[in-house]
T-cell receptor, first 118, second 114 residues
Framework: DGGITQSPKYLFRKEGQNVTLSCEQNLNHDAMYWYRQDPGQGLRLIYYSQIVNDFQKGDIAEGYSVSREKKESFPLTVTSAQKNPTAFYLC?????????????????FGSGTRLTVV | GENVEQHPSTLSVQEGDSAVIKCTYSDSASNYFPWYKQELGKGPQLIIDIRSNVGEKKDQRIAVTLNKTAKHFSLHITETQPEDSAVYFCAASFLSGSARQLTFGSGTQLTVLP
């Protein structure tokens, strides 16, 4: 089955440490996204990538970094510069072709990673 | 960029009643409006979407309406069931450079009371 996989499901980070969240998709989607979700709030865009070896900052990129070396993978690193990293992180992907069907416009989300600073 | 406002933030209904969630958007060029359902501890799942050339779309107990003039769209759930309890997000597409993106509303926590 095609899908998008995030790992780990739960992650604990000590103060001052960098951690990397994994996101892998086998949907052959071009675009991938990272969102942060805080309790009772919506989805805020951290970074996105439309094609391999290219990515753009979203609304809250400070303290985060990404890479897109392969079409299938879009890992997110939460650096020590991110002062309040405890949150639920969601990865999504989308077929970026300019089609006019819902399958091509809709995002497919992973099941998320809950990051906690200890 | 696009701004999407969603109301209410919480909604409680009795089982069997209807639930309505409303969203407004700012970019008149937006042409795609999906709705997502997020269960506790999981990622959002697309439940229904509508395009700007359509005023209403229905899928069993779920319907979405769009008023392009007023720039608002709504999710309607009829005959609600306990398994409908979840957080619902609306979204609107906008063009960022040469690529389309989605901006999400802040979410509605729907609770269906048995």
């Amino acid at each position: 089955d095609g899908g998008i996989t995030q790992s780990p499901k739960y992650l604990f980070r000590k103060e001052g440490q960098n951690v990397t969240l994994s996101c892998e998709q086998n949907l052959n989607h071009d675009a991938m996204y990272w969102y942060r979700q805080d309790p009772g709030q919506g989805l805020r865009l951290i970074y996105y990538s439309q094609i391999v070896n290219d990515f753009q900052k979203g609304d809250i990129a400070e303290g985060y970094s990404v890479s897109r070396e392969k079409k299938e993978s879009f890992p997110l690193t939460v650096t020590s510069a991110q002062k309040n990293p405890t949150a639920f992180y969601l990865c999504a992907s989308r077929d970026a072709s300019y089609g006019y069907t819902s399958e091509r416009y809709g995002y497919t989300f992973g099941s998320g990673t809950r990051l906690t600073v200890v | 960029g696009e701004n999407v406002e969603q109301h209410p933030s919480t909604l409680s209904v009795q089982e069997g009643d209807s639930a309505v969630i409303k969203c407004t958007y700012s970019d008149s060029a937006s042409n795609y409006f999906p709705w997502y359902k997020q269960e506790l501890g999981k990622g959002p799942q697309l439940i229904i979407d509508i395009r700007s050339n359509v005023g209403e779309k229905k899928d069993q107990r779920i319907a979405v309406t769009l008023n392009k003039t007023a720039k608002h769209f709504s999710l309607h759930i009829t005959e609600t069931q306990p398994e409908d309890s979840a957080v619902y997000f609306c979204a609107a597409s906008f063009l960022s450079g040469s690529a389309r993106q989605l901006t999400f509303g802040s979410g509605t926590q729907l609770t269906v009371l048995p």
